[in-house]
């Protein structure tokens, strides 16, 4: 929740900013720097924020399980020259059900490559 409260103090905050523009200096200034903010707050939703906010969700609603993995395919991309990106499949045991399978992306520190097998 820690990242939705931060998304909503950014908008709410930008939003003030706009409209103080309006009345401090001009209408169409201030509705302009308050559209672009919004814009931009959007993007950061889409890219950002939605990702963190269904992870947190994930981390508070989610039910602890095993897993094995079953595959592990590099796909290329290194990240800031510290972590390999990986394409997972995984065969997650609950405690609760059957076992199924899953797909997830996930980040192996360049160093530890070399140890790491499925």
């Not at 201030?30 to 931009?40: D, Q």
Request: glycine share 6%; proline share 4%; charged share 20%.
């Amino acid at each position: 929740m820690k990242t939705t409260r931060i998304f909503y103090f950014m908008t709410v905050t930008s939003l003030l900013a706009g409209v103080v523009v309006m009345f401090a200096y001009d209408m169409a200034t201030g509705a302009i720097c308050t559209l672009v903010i919004l814009v931009i707050l959007g993007l950061l939703y889409l890219f950002v924020f939605k990702t963190l906010m269904k992870s947190e969700r994930l981390m508070q609603t989610g039910v602890p399980a095993r897993a094995r993995v079953v595959t592990a395919r590099y796909t290329g991309a290194i990240i800031n020259d510290v972590y390999k990106e990986y394409d997972f499949t995984l065969e997650v045991f609950p405690e609760k059900g059957e076992p199924y399978e899953t797909r997830t992306r996930g980040l192996v520190p360049i160093e530890e490559v070399s140890h790491f097998k499925p």
